[in-house]
């Protein structure tokens, strides 16, 4: 009855631990809400007018401003003055009233895994449902000396590598301004901006940039990912702040210098880099209605009559690819490359995703890198393996000895512990050989879970029935493989590969040579599927690799035991006896 009673016990704590962790994912792991369609959004630009405007001081860009109607994205992109991006891997316009870039698409991205998905578009107008804009300014003598009005002049185009686009402008005070955008092969921009002092007296001058964007649209941050205001600050990367955050305070910044400032979602990322070695101030603010904005204002310079001043800055506008953001970091942006939370593990996981890329271009396909990705690690373990299975061959060896010297030292509980470890290192045998295979399987599994979530190269890989190794596994079983009209949620949500994780699991602990009492057998039967459940959620690529990771174990255990034999008779031993005791326990 006793053991029954702990069985039944384990059986309802295996449940609330299902609820429980499919409550725990959706709080960590919430998904983000699609965008509303047709919901107005404020006017974020908190700029003011194009006209000379008072600000708070000689570093400020004003607040909010007054919330407007809602703008058809389709409609604010005709319009003919616009300024095209024809670059290798951005698509778009430049806006000259305002010179804003309020319109970029990702040209090697699709929205979604579906083959008539338009691309990935990063940036929109201000008042769309997805506004989201980079910006370039100037304050001169403190006040506002271009706004969203402004109405600039373009020279060349379409903007492309080694084709740069001007933006002009002349002040009522007779300051010559101009925005010279230029592009790289990826998504860099440099923005010089300058002021030709043409007047006749000195005047204190101050370029500014900024990222403007709305929440709405964001992807939820994550304890494993983070989405937000992210920023580079005297050679460090602030993760510190999401919207909420900034939202509470109305403003946020980092500690030292500016690095590189903006907005990250899990795969894209729009930040401001200052120009090296100039003075700059920096800082992410609530502009309300959802709005946020990321700036750079650089320190005031006097321009003598007759004079100019250039500051030169540069926006990244594009995918969170770990080569890209390494190679800018290597050419001199700090840190830039942990513009992906890549966490502690970063020089585990790094090395990881360079296999697996390594795997994909002999293979061609992501699924397929990530078995190969199994193999290996699994024959790199082999002769852990070996050795585990040897000890646990001459644990069993020397149980008769252990019983004895138990026996002796009944009373004695220090002097048991001595002669056992005497014999332990007498015999050759380690009690712990068999946890070491699991201990080093957990970093890889992290690190291949963080590299699943976080790297883009694993967005849309699509394998056999799979869409998108980066997203729960598309057959579930609940929904008829998606013929009845209805997604299961969370732990519900059972796919083939949960149910092949399930099984295996089951058959590698069946196949185990440890003995065990009634109570832990009961358990070990229940465990693989509970892990089904739990697992059900997570990525198809994690899952893929640990159905292949158990199918390997199979095999391997199976080749260890013809090498052993004497552990499998002791299991089939250990197992007749448990059977013989089951009634008397009853």
Known sequence: M????????????????????????????????????????????????????????????????????????ARSLVAAERVKIAAPRLAGSINPVGARIDDVTLTDYRETVNDGSGPVRLFAPEGTDAQHFAEFGFLIDGMRATGLNTVWQASGGPLAPGKPVTLSHTTAGGHALSIRFNIDENYLLSVEQTVANTGEGGAV??????????????SPSQWIAHS?????????????????????????????????????DIYW????????????????????????????????????????????????????????LDAYQDSGISQFGLAISWGWFRWFEKPMLALLRILNDFAGNFGVAIILLTLIVRGLMFPIAQKQFAS?????????????????????????QQEIMALYKKEGVNPLAGCLPLLIQIPIFFALYKVLILAIEMRHEKFLYIADLSSPDPAKILNLFGLLPFDPPGFLGIGILAVLLGVTMWLTFKMNPTAMDPIQQQIFNIMPWILMFVMAPFAAGLLIYWVTSNVLTLAQQSYLYSRHPQLKAQAEKDKADQDRAKPRDA
Do not use: H
């Open 205 to 218: 001058v101050q370029p500014f940039a900024l990222v403007n964007r709305t929440s709405r649209n964001a």
């Open 392 to 416: 646990m061959a001459g644990m069993k060896a020397v149980q008769p000895k252990m019983k004895a010297i138990q026996e002796r030292y009944k009373d004695d509980k220090q002097k048991q």
């Open 2 to 73: 006793e053991n029954q009673r702990n069985l039944l016990l384990a059986v309802v704590l295996c449940g609330l631990l299902i609820l429980g962790w499919d409550a725990g994912m959706n709080y960590f792991y919430p998904q983000p809400d699609k965008p509303a369609q047709t919901a107005p959004v404020a006017n974020g630009t908190a700029l003011g007018p194009a006209t000379a405007t008072p600000v708070a001081g000689a570093a400020d860009i004003g607040g909010a401003a007054p919330a407007a109607r809602p703008v058809d994205l």
């Open 269 to 324: 990322l729009s930040a401001l880099v200052p120009q090296e070695g100039a003075q700059t101030t920096g800082e992410f603010r609530s502009l309300g209605n959802s709005l946020f904005r990321a700036d750079v204002i650089y320190q005031p310079v006097t321009v003598a009559a007759g004079q100019s001043a250039t500051r030169t800055t540069r926006l990244y506008a594009g995918a969170k690819e770990s080569v890209v």
């Open 228 to 264: 937000g205001p992210i920023g580079g600050f005297a050679d460090t990367v602030n993760y510190d702040y999401n919207y909420d955050d900034v939202e509470e305070t109305g403003r946020a910044t980092g500690e030292g210098q500016v690095d590189w400032i903006g907005f990250t």
